[in-house]
């Protein structure tokens, strides 16, 4: 085993104030803690705020006996909640942080909703039995009322615990290679997961890409038992590495007796989505991947979702467009629309629809700043062209761009079927031919999307590479509620990187 100072010294000064903190304080709040308390905190508090609006709004009057009818329902509503509690816990609505890196509220979302629902028809069952029967419209108000403030209540309870420093587990990846290194590298880049990386553990590392040479070697696999309860580590990641297949078998074994979570990365995890489904056969795990064509009946539910919520969406939006085009006039001279020439699905071309940003001579000085690309300044990729700080962008595009308002018009491209509003990214035809192997192109399997995996997971700053890799398990991994998860999960990531920025 590496001294404890050796290993110390190669430490940053977040994981060093974590362990600080952690020895002063003389006991060990994890995230699981802290979450659970909070999440069950939020529960009590939506459910109660459902009731008592219910309660004001169809109150049983100021009689004797609207009182005692009043009193009997907040009786059998307290005596439910024990019922709420052991119900969620076995839904698995109150340790999924602790296991899950990336959950999220909206996670939490089908769960909190199937839960309330028979919560619902159980207090409607119960109160069938009593001399005063509430109303249904009550009921109903209550059920409406916490579908959506539970949901709330848990969104700002995780806001809260993830401000907390008991929040941030410490994490090392098992294998220093290729693969060990893009999953640090992804886990540095989305802070959200609470993640703190405390470093690898391999015996033949790698050497270490420019962006990762401060992440600390901490010692050989045969160490790691050693380390996690000196660096009080909560997480092992397990990327590929050089060791016996039976020795990392072991060491997973060994860990079973610690209090740390294991997670690891399946050798085939580029056609692994996050949808795909375990079973086994007589004990020995297997995982089914999803056709990956589409059936004519989810192509038809696809296209109807995209269809009202496009309409949905130009309506209500409607004032906006209409403030929009006015700044952009004011602005600077030109159209209000941009229109370019996208890649769209099975090899098709359609010209999108986005509120103009820059310049009228935006593509005259396109060679100009050029040098600029996020990709290329990074490691030399100029497949994909985004450019931070685009002298070419007016004062009203910063403004529309920041919070995406840009993007909107889209919704006229879903509307008459050339979009998606969930789908791979729409590329320019500059960048469409770089996508070349048989794989990549089944990634316009499915029509292009206003948002996507590489919307949510972090837009621009995703290489080229790995965007095309999304698209494609988003293609081969689809269904109604990924695309539904991925809307709601969408407006969060927006805000992430406004405050990052």
């Known amino acids: 085993m590496s001294s404890l100072g050796a290993v110390l010294d190669q430490l940053d000064d977040r994981t060093l104030e974590i362990l600080d903190r952690r020895r002063r304080t003389g006991r060990v709040q994890r995230r699981g803690w802290l979450v659970r308390r909070a999440l069950l905190a939020a529960d009590l508090i939506g459910l109660s705020v459902a009731f008592v609006t219910a309660e004001q709004l169809f109150g049983g009057g100021v009689s004797r006996s609207g009182h005692l009818a009043a009193l009997g329902e907040y009786a059998i509503f307290v005596l439910a909640l024990p019922a709420w509690i052991v119900a969620a816990k076995l839904y698995g609505l109150y340790d999924r942080d602790e296991e899950r890196t990336d959950h999220s509220t909206v996670d939490d979302f089908a769960g909190v909703f199937h839960l309330v629902t028979i919560i619902t028809w159980l207090l409607f069952a119960i109160t069938r039995l009593t001399p005063e029967k509430p109303e249904v419209q009550k009921l109903l108000v209550f059920w409406v009322c916490a579908v959506t403030a539970v949901p709330l209540a848990r969104a700002l309870g995780r806001a809260y615990c ?33 993640i703190n990386l405390v470093g690898f553990v391999d015996r033949r590392p790698k050497e270490p890409a420019e962006d990762l ?16 309860r000196l ?49 086994t056969v007589e004990g020995v795990p297997v995982m089914g991947l999803a056709s990956l064509r589409l059936s004519r009946s989810s192509a038809m539910l696809k296209r109807a979702f995209d269809l009202l919520g496009a309409s949905i969406g130009l309506v209500f939006l409607a004032p906006l467009f209409a403030v929009t085009a006015l700044l952009i006039k004011l602005d600077a001279p030109g159209p ?6 996208r890649a769209g699905a099975r090899g098709g071309r359609f010209r999108i629809w986005k509120f103009r940003t820059m310049s009228q001579d935006a593509e005259e000085r396109k060679d ?13 990729d100029d497949r994909m062209f985004k ?16 919070f995406s308002i840009d993007e909107l018009p889209q919704l006229i491209n879903v509307l008459v079927g050339e979009m998606s509003l969930v789908g791979p990214r729409p590329l320019i035809l500059e960048e469409d031919r770089f996508v070349v192997e048989a794989w990549a192109r089944r990634r316009l399997d499915l029509k292009p999307g206003i948002t996507g995996l590489w919307q949510v997971l972090g837009r621009s700053e995703i290489p080229f590479g790995e965007m095309v890799r999304l698209d494609y398990l988003y293609v081969t991994g689809w269904s109604i509620f990924s695309d539904m998860r991925l809307i709601l999960r969408t407006l969060p990531a927006l805000f992430r990187r406004q405050r990052a920025t």
């Open 368 to 380: 100009a700043v050029r040098s600029l690309s996020i990709h290329a300044q990074r490691g030399g």
């Open 387 to 402: 450019v931070a700080d685009d002298p070419r962008v007016t004062r009203v595009g910063r403004i529309l761009r920041k």
């Open 336 to 341: 209000v629309f941009f229109r370019q020439v």
């Open 213 to 228: 040479q401060h992440v600390a070697v901490l010692g050989g696999p045969d160490e790691l038992p050693d380390l996690v």
């Open 231 to 279: 660096l009080d580590i909560e997480r092992v990641i397990f990327a590929f590495t050089g060791d016996d297949h039976e020795e990392t078998i072991d060491l997973i074994r060994a860990l079973n007796d610690l209090d740390v979570q294991v997670d690891i990365v399946p050798r085939l995890f580029e056609v692994v989505g996050a949808g795909v489904d375990v079973n």
């Open 162 to 194: 993830r401000r907390q420093i008991a929040y941030l587990q410490n994490t090392a990846i098992v294998g220093a290679g290729e693969i060990g290194q893009l999953l640090a590298r992804k886990l540095l880049r989305h802070p959200e997961y609470g």
